[in-house]
């Protein structure tokens, strides 16, 4: 159904006239009398509440299919970094009722989570901000230290919230249920093992890990150099690291997880090197993602050098903008520039 017969089937299921519904929304009663004619079309801007004066949502008015409705929902998560509560509603009534009648359960339970990290990230601005000023108020009061490690997940000493067991026996648990067939769950198993020194464990699903097919080949000496730091033996993790870069020194992958090791190791000259090397390397299959560069502009930051950073974080809004094709009102751009603004009113 095109937008013209469904502006009018539900002006007339809602009971008003042209001439009501164009005296809702500002308007001549001719204006409407067109858009259901398929003389014109709505303003843009006249959307929102055209859709509430016929009770549904723009998706709705739209006739979208539920796969359209979906991919927008997908595609809107992705540009806007803090959605109208009204809209978060309706994706939520959306979704939820998606998964009791809907096929593709996986991908809804998937946006579903999305949609609420989604709030989440966009409420632990919100927390992190008025939190930082009421620790420059009152750097004593603990609350607010609390709540910035909450929602910037700051450093907590106490090992009872630091440490991972809930997540580790969740990715096990998924582990015997895919009867060990996937490769993410074991990769985020083993991150969260070493994360709490449990190198031992860490090992016995790293030796399954491997027998696995489409193993990337350059995360092997990866993790085997990571066991070896864990059990202090700093020498063979860096003959590991170095010995692998002669068999994968043109694959990015690697390039970046070489740079993340120094970068662990406070070697910072080495990191910037070859975070810059796992950059370029990509240099041909654009777009590129900027986690490099995030990499280097938090080298910088650590090392004092602000300028470099804020250039950095410049390289970073040029390939959002430029390869990605976002512009200065998307969420990946606005992010970059809430960084850029947070370091220029930094005192370092």
């Not at 042209?18 to 809702?24: G, N, P, Y």
């Not at 000496?221 to 692998?244: C, N, Q, S, T």
Request: glycine share 4%.
């Amino acid at each position: 159904m095109n937008i013209a017969n469904k502006i009018k089937q539900l002006r007339s299921k809602a009971g008003m006239t042209q001439e009501q519904l164009a005296s809702s929304l500002g308007i001549s009663a001719q204006s409407v009398s067109k858009w259901e004619n398929s003389v014109t079309m709505p303003d843009i801007t006249l959307l929102p509440q055209l859709a509430i004066q016929l009770g549904v949502s723009i998706d709705e008015l739209f006739d979208l299919t539920v796969d359209q409705r979906l991919r927008r929902i997908e595609k809107r998560l992705d540009l806007e970094e803090d959605l109208p509560s009204d809209v978060f509603k309706e994706y939520e009534v959306f979704l939820t009722d998606q998964l009791r009648e809907g096929e593709n359960k996986g991908n809804i339970l998937s946006l579903l989570a999305g949609l609420y990290h989604h709030r989440m990230v966009a409420d632990s601005l919100k927390v992190s901000k008025y939190a930082r000023k009421a620790i420059m108020l009152s750097p004593g009061v603990k609350d607010c230290q609390w709540l910035l490690q909450k929602a910037e997940g700051a450093m907590c000493w106490d090992w009872n919230i630091a440490n991972h067991t809930s997540v580790i026996n969740f990715y096990k648990d998924v582990i015997k249920k895919d009867s060990g067939k996937s490769r993410m769950p074991y990769l985020e198993l083993m991150d969260n093992l070493l994360a709490d020194h449990r190198v031992s464990e860490a090992r016995e699903y790293f030796e399954i890990y491997k027998t696995l097919q489409g193993v990337k080949a350059f995360l092997n000496p990866v993790y085997e150099a990571y066991f070896a730091l864990e059990e202090h033996d700093v020498k063979r993790a860096d003959e590991i690291m170095e010995g692998a870069l002669g068999e994968f020194g043109n694959e990015s992958g690697f390039l970046f997880e070489k740079a993340q090791y120094h970068a662990r190791r406070c070697e910072y000259e080495k990191a910037i090197e070859f975070y810059e090397r796992s950059f370029d390397e990509n240099i041909n299959e654009k777009p590129r993602y900027t986690d490099a560069l995030q990499g280097i502009a938090t080298v910088y930051e650590i090392i004092g050098d602000k300028k470099c950073a804020l250039m950095t974080l410049d390289r970073m809004i040029e390939c959002i903008k430029e390869e990605w094709g976002y512009s200065d009102t998307d969420a990946a751009v606005i992010e970059v520039k809430r960084e850029k603004d947070r370091l220029l009113s930094s005192a370092f």
